[in-house]
């Protein structure tokens, strides 16, 4: 069965950072690319950025790419997202997903909830 | 950006037909694909697919679900409507970065 589970949000002040992982199971992690998505309070989706299965190649959603940083392990099937100097609008769940074919969002992990307050 | 259209609620009988829509501002089309998504998602759960390249079912998703359309229109169909269901519904798309619709939220009359 196919898993991810991330790790890693909680409280964060303004200005900070925070680092979030997600542990991949049950498929072969180095085959796939993956990505992270995050939903604000409102509910609204929003992409952050993908990485290449070898971790060559990252894209980035242009309002997200100065701040938050993608990257992975693959020998120990960790995803990682790295996000500095946090603003209260971070304030979200976030998803680590999957990539099928096409850039479908095949599976995705249970959440990380971060709030950013003072 | 590519920037995706959706109504925000639809309200349906039990056992009818509910169609959700999704426009795009610009085309998603690409060598004969069509790079558009559907996820559902139900409450306090991650967001699971339903469909994607436009009508294609993803695996273990019943045939009540449906998607077709191309270019910048596309429609999420579900016949018959079941309680299991009300969820809020989310296309996404991939023909250049990824962005997500707004949702909309399916209820029960």
């Known amino acids: 069965e196919v898993q991810l589970v991330e790790s890693g949000g909680g409280l964060v002040q303004p200005g900070a950072s925070l680092k979030l992982s997600c542990v991949a199971s049950?498929?072969?992690?180095?085959?796939?690319?993956m990505s992270w998505v995050r939903q604000t309070p409102g509910k609204t989706m929003e992409w952050i950025g993908d990485i290449k299965y070898d971790g060559s190649y990252t894209n980035y959603a242009p309002s997200l790419k100065n701040r938050f940083t993608i990257s992975r392990d693959n020998a120990k099937s960790t995803l990682y997202l790295q996000m500095s100097n946090v603003r209260s609008e971070d304030t979200a769940t976030y998803y680590c997903t999957r990539y099928g074919s096409y850039g479908v969002m095949d599976a995705w992990g249970q959440g990380a909830s971060v709030t950013v307050s003072s | 950006d590519i920037v995706l259209t959706q109504s925000p609620a639809l309200a349906v009988s039990l056992g009818q037909r509910a169609t959700i829509s999704c426009k795009t501002n610009q085309n998603v089309d690409y060598y004969g694909n069509s790079y558009m998504h559907w996820y559902q998602q139900k409450p306090g759960q991650q967001p699971k697919l339903l469909i994607y390249l436009a009508s294609n079912l993803a695996s273990g998703i019943p045939a009540r679900f449906s998607g077709r359309g191309s270019g910048t229109d596309f429609t999420l169909t579900i016949d018959p409507v079941e309680a299991d269901d009300t969820a809020t519904y989310y296309c996404?798309?991939?023909?250049?970065?990824?962005?997500f619709g707004g949702g909309t939220k399916l209820e029960l009359k």
């Open positions: 996404q798309q991939s023909r250049n970065l990824r962005t």
């Open positions: 049950g498929f072969t992690f180095s085959d796939y690319w």
